[in-house]
């Protein structure tokens, strides 16, 4: 019961670390989405996708320095996963924009919050499975 216990407290930790990074990076990714759209005037599927990519860099060096625990302390090779497993949580992103502004013709950030609820679910998930170091 102790131990069930202390994992639950670590879990909670976790997640509200994970969540803290999750503001950061999100701040990052809807800020880079507006500059891109409304002052560089880019098509907003390519703005989204850049701010994707910029925000899945600085969440990776957050996370790894304040969520999940190194599963081997090879950077690069963690880096790689960690940019595999962000490409299906850009392409989650993705298909949420295109249905959202394409075929329903909502506002972008609008649609992009609604993106920011679901694609991290997806994220912890797997990070959490790929990522993190097991415990002994």
Same mark, same amino acid.
């Given at each position: 019961m102790k131990r069930l216990f202390f994992t639950n407290n670590k879990l909670i930790s976790q997640l509200a670390r994970f969540a803290i990074v999750g503001v950061i990076a999100a701040i990052v990714d809807v800020g880079v989405l507006v500059l891109l759209k409304e002052l560089a005037h880019f098509d907003v599927l390519i703005a989204s996708a850049v701010s994707f990519c910029v925000s899945v860099t600085v969440n990776y060096l957050l996370s790894m320095a304040f969520v999940f625990k190194s599963k081997n302390g090879k950077r690069i090779n963690e880096f790689v996963i960690f940019v595999l497993l962000s490409s299906g949580g850009l392409l989650?992103?993705?298909? =949420?924009?295109?249905?959202?502004?394409?075929v329903l013709s909502l506002y972008y950030l609008g649609v992009k919050l609604f993106a920011? =609820?679901?694609v991290p679910v997806y994220n912890f998930i797997t990070r959490k499975i790929f990522l993190e170091a097991k415990e002994k």
């Open positions: 989650l992103n993705q298909v =949420i924009l295109w249905i959202g502004v394409r920011m =609820i679901i």
